[in-house]
């Protein structure tokens, strides 16, 4: 006990400034950092019963996002790839996480009913689920983000196109009730119908996920900090090169970005420039972009000198005809 003593009194200053610092180190700034991220095989992600093999590989791109504190931020300033970014109020809301979420389970569902749609597959829709992902500030409502709604004055809502046109069949003003789901609790919300772009509307943002019934069955293996629905695009090529005879790939390593729909619209991501710098070391032979981000893409490859060919394409069957040509 004296010996314990004798030390703390003789390091106690030590002691107290490796504290502090060690407290500051782990506690969390309001910032975050984007950095170049890298390549994610999907064969890792999803597996089809009785898939054809490949010679290459089809893979996902993503950015590497790390919390702001003391040691990451000191990092990024002396790394010019690694960018800091101030959160708000959205990237710091633990609602708009979870969105998040079930937007990457979107990006899988939209993926796999096109794809197996392409591939002339058995697909088929067997319900919807609409959540509420953005509720906009000209909106009267109560409707919190993450509601999953389910009757609007006790009409059964299965999809956005049944939403859209009850929502049609109100005047501007009325007042509706919105049963919705939350937590598994059932909750009775309120709104009042407004009118933007000539047009009615509850004033909020749907996000619309299809429950399917597949033949073969598909099982999907994301981990738990993946969210976003930015790998759409390269889901649905890799779902169809599995369910058709034909290799797609030719035997390269193909990566991409970009969302998808059910109906093979490719959508614009963020963090292109992050993700074209985590790829350039994987050899890879092939990046498909969306064409809204083919422009930044190019500058980014240009400014770096990088060799690696980056096509834009704006749809499923833009990209899947690309790459079905041997070249």
Sequence with gaps: MKKIKTFIKDTYKFLIIYIVLFIISIIPLPYYINAPGGLININDRVSIDNSYKIKGSLNLSYVSEYDGRVISLLIALLNKNWDIEKKNKVVMNQDYNYIDKLALEQAYNNATY?????????????????????????????????????????????????????????????????????????????????????????????????????????????????????????????????????????????????????????????????????????????????????????KVKKKNHYKIKIVGVSTFDEALNYLQKKD
């Design 114 to 298: 096109l794809a197996y749609k392409k591939a002339n597959k058995k697909v088929s829709i067997t319900s919807n689920d609409l959540y509420v992902e953005y509720i906009f500030k000209e909106s009267k409502t109560d409707l919190q983000i993450k509601d999953k709604i389910e009757y609007i004055d006790n009409k059964r809502i299965d999809n956005k196109d049944t939403l859209n046109k009850i929502i049609s069949s109100y005047n501007e003003n009325d007042q509706v009730i919105i049963t919705v789901k939350n937590k598994d609790k059932e909750y009775k919300r309120k709104a009042k119908i407004i009118k933007a772009d000539n047009r009615l509307m509850l004033g909020i943002s749907i996000l619309e996920i299809s429950n399917l019934k597949v033949d073969p069955d598909i099982k999907y293996n994301y981990r738990k900090d993946e969210s976003g629905p930015s790998g759409g695009l390269m889901l649905s090529l890799a779902i169809y090169n599995s369910l058709v005879k034909q290799d797609i790939t030719h035997g390269k390593t193909i990566v991409g970005t970009g969302t998808i729909d059910k109906n093979g619209q490719v959508g614009p991501i963020d963090g292109i420039k992050y993700k074209i710098k985590g790829v350039v070391k994987k050899h890879v032979d092939l990046f498909l972009v969306p064409k809204d981000n083919l422009k930044e893409a190019l």
